[in-house]
């Protein structure tokens, strides 16, 4: 059974980077059909898709982060990472990694969702 | 980009149905079928009810479906259970290849 586990800091200082990463087990990440994302979700507001990578690197971010997100995949430990730039307060919110099936003629679904995990920017 | 407009609450009565709506564009909702739905329990991580439209995956009840009609898409649940009370996200793929979520719906079963 596939899982996804997100780990990083929870605590981020403003102006500062979050950095994250999502560990796949039981399966590849770099499997023909799957996409890995990120999504951020603050506390009592909705879902926000920050951005997605293929196994060879091929990525889209979120336009209204996109230069402040960096995103890459490290096959060799079936790992994804997320780096967000110059955080501010307004950022503190859970980070999930999902996978989106989407090569291969996907469904274009976030269809395995990592627990989450809490990041708060504060000084 | 713009989120996806989900009306923020919809409540009914156990054996109703209820239908949540999500509004785009032509850019994302209107031009392509990948529409998906989630389910989100407090303090939990979202669910995947809905793809490409209409399809469920495996496991998930028949009670949810899933229809679209030019800009927007719609989640309907049938016979209205307790256990239904959750947030519920839409989410589309865009023209500029990304993918925007609505703003979430919160069913209330009364």
């Known amino acids: 059974q596939l899982q996804l586990q997100e780990s990083g800091p929870g605590l981020v200082k403003p102006s500062e980077t979050l950095s994250l990463t999502c560990t796949v087990s039981g399966g590849s990440i770099s499997s023909n059909s799957y996409y890995w994302g990120w999504i951020r979700q603050p506390p009592g507001k909705g879902l926000e898709w920050i951005g997605s990578?293929?196994?060879?690197?091929?990525?889209n971010h979120n336009p209204s982060l996109k230069s402040r997100v960096t995103t890459s995949v490290d096959t060799s430990k079936n790992q994804f990472s997320l780096k967000l730039s110059s955080v501010t307060a307004a950022e503190t919110a859970v980070y999930y990694c999902?996978?989106?099936?989407?090569?291969?003629?996907?469904?274009?679904?976030?269809?395995?969702w990592g627990q989450g995990t809490m990041v708060t920017v504060s000084s | 980009q713009s989120a996806l407009t989900q009306p923020a609450s919809v409540s009914g009565s156990p054996g109703q149905s209820i239908t949540i709506s999500c509004t785009g564009t032509s850019s994302d909702v209107g031009g392509y079928n990948y529409v998906s739905w989630y389910q989100q329990y407090p303090g939990k991580a979202p669910k995947l009810m809905i793809y490409?439209?209409?399809n469920r995956p495996s496991g998930v009840s028949n009670r949810f479906s899933g229809s679209k009609s030019g800009n927007t898409a719609s989640l309907t649940i049938s016979g209205l259970q307790a256990e239904d009370e959750a947030d519920y996200y839409c989410?589309?793929?865009?023209?500029?290849?990304?993918?925007?979520f609505g703003g979430g719906t919160k069913l209330t079963v009364l």
């Open positions: 490409e439209v209409s």
């Open positions: 999902a996978r989106l099936f989407w090569g291969n003629s996907g469904s274009g679904a976030f269809d395995m």
């Open positions: 990578i293929y196994y060879t690197g091929s990525r």
């Open positions: 989410n589309s793929y865009t023209k500029s290849s990304t993918w925007v």
